[in-house]
């Protein structure tokens, strides 16, 4: 008798609190970049850096587990013929490991990199249009990436179009 009424209590409680709904999970991505003042800029020129800020935000009020590679999240750089001419990634070594990352509701996380202007091989990239996206390495994101699919979405952030002066 007890255990029911602590069922009936239970599922109650459930009902009246919500439980029994679930909200879908949504995330919410964007990319910064700032000068060395912290301002934000998209024009820069040669013997500047670049801080280049990822945020991923989880948009609802449920915690979410993300399951990513080890190094979760990357910034790369395209020059105007769509060829990647720096990655936040490059010659990183990346053990295969799984790794899980945690938000809580409404949280957002920040993944920064510095870039110096220069391609992945420390040579400087003239003058010209770049082209700056970043994701978070959920196993959509990774596939999209290998096939050169630069489409917006929940973990990839919008182009920027950034100029070298």
């Known amino acids: 008798m007890i255990r029911v009424k602590l069922i009936v209590c ?5 009902f009246l609190m919500g439980c029994g709904e679930t909200e879908e999970v949504t995330f919410s991505t964007s990319l910064s970049i700032t000068n ?4 934000e800029e998209t024009a820069f020129t040669n013997g500047q850096d670049a801080t280049l800020t990822l945020t991923v935000w989880n948009r609802s009020s449920t915690i979410s587990i993300l399951e990513t590679p080890s190094y979760s999240s990357e910034v790369f750089i395209l020059n105007g013929s769509g060829s990647v001419v720096w990655s936040s990634i490059y010659n990183t070594p990346i053990p295969a490991v799984v790794s899980y990352r945690t938000f809580g509701p409404w949280e957002a996380k920040a ?3 510095q870039w110096n202007l220069s391609s992945n091989f420390g040579v400087p990239v003239p003058p010209g249009y770049y082209f700056v996206q970043g994701y978070f390495g959920v196993a959509d994101e990774l596939s ?3 096939s050169m699919d630069y489409l917006e979405s929940d973990f990839r952030s919008s ?3 950034l100029t070298l002066y």
């Open 36 to 39: 060395a003042s912290g301002v």
């Open 159 to 161: 182009m920027v179009k």
């Open 111 to 113: 993944y920064v990199s």
């Open 10 to 14: 239970m599922a109650l409680a459930a």
């Open 144 to 146: 999209k990436q290998s």
